[in-house]
């Protein structure tokens, strides 16, 4: 089975613009979270959709948003960019709640 | 809110003998714990998980402790080989995951 895959891998912005990042997740599973990690920090949730539903979401701004298609595939937007929002945006998947998520390798953001 | 802490940033261990990775919760309702491996330039990659109905979980080199009293969970890697050198992560799970900070792991040869 093909493992989670994102696109783009690396992506430059400049600060007030927008970027959408996309993940398709393992065949057959049906949840994808998003997570942001900086430097330092550990992985912070952003949100998890399941069946086209946002089940989850953490705190961040409404600059960040997600959606899920009826394939399971995902797309995660962050509008009007921060120097702050460069990070290491990382998708996961599983089949449903309470099973093991997998990553994918990431989409590396930096915002100039 | 940190509700799952890594507190030792890094770890470096001699090749052949035991690693010991720990982590701290302070959610009572978790109920299914994590461990994954990070390389650079790489997504995590799964290690071990634990139900919290169960203390101990173990995969070949890997055993995963649960001390729900204690809300302490730990990695063993027995024996550590260099190619284990990464850093480490514990996430807990309550309707969604919380992740550590992570711990860089250090074996030397």
């Not at chain 1, 900086?38 to 701004?61: D, I």
């Not at chain 1, 509008?79 to 449903?96: F, H, I, N, P, W």
Request: charged content about 20%; proline content about 5%; some cysteine.
């Amino acid at each position: 089975k093909a493992g989670v895959t994102q696109t783009p891998r690396y992506l430059i912005k400049t600060r007030g613009q927008q970027v959408t990042l996309s993940c398709s997740p393992i065949s057959g599973h049906r949840s994808v979270s998003w997570y942001q990690q900086t430097p330092g920090q550990g992985l912070q949730f952003l949100f998890e959709y399941f069946s086209e539903t946002q089940r989850n979401k953490g705190n961040f701004p409404g600059r960040f948003s997600g959606r899920q298609f009826s394939n399971s595939r995902s797309e995660m937007n962050v509008s009007t960019l921060e120097l702050g929002d460069s990070a290491l945006y990382l998708c996961a998947s599983r089949m449903g709640p309470k099973e093991t998520q997998y990553f994918g390798p990431g989409t590396r953001l930096l915002v100039l | 809110d940190q509700q799952v802490k890594q507190n030792s940033p890094s770890l470096s261990v001699q090749e052949g003998r035991i690693s010991i990775l720990n982590c701290d919760y302070t959610n009572s309702m978790f109920d299914y714990f994590l461990w994954y491996k990070k390389y650079p330039a790489e997504g995590p990659t799964f290690l071990i998980s634990i139900s919290s109905i169960k203390d101990k979980n173990e995969d070949g080199r890997f055993t995963v402790f649960l001390n729900k009293s204690a809300k302490h969970l730990s990695l063993h890697i027995v024996p550590s080989q260099p190619g284990d050198s990464a850093v480490y992560f514990c996430a807990a799970e309550f309707n969604k995951f919380y992740f550590g900070s992570g711990t860089k792991l250090n074996v030397k040869p």
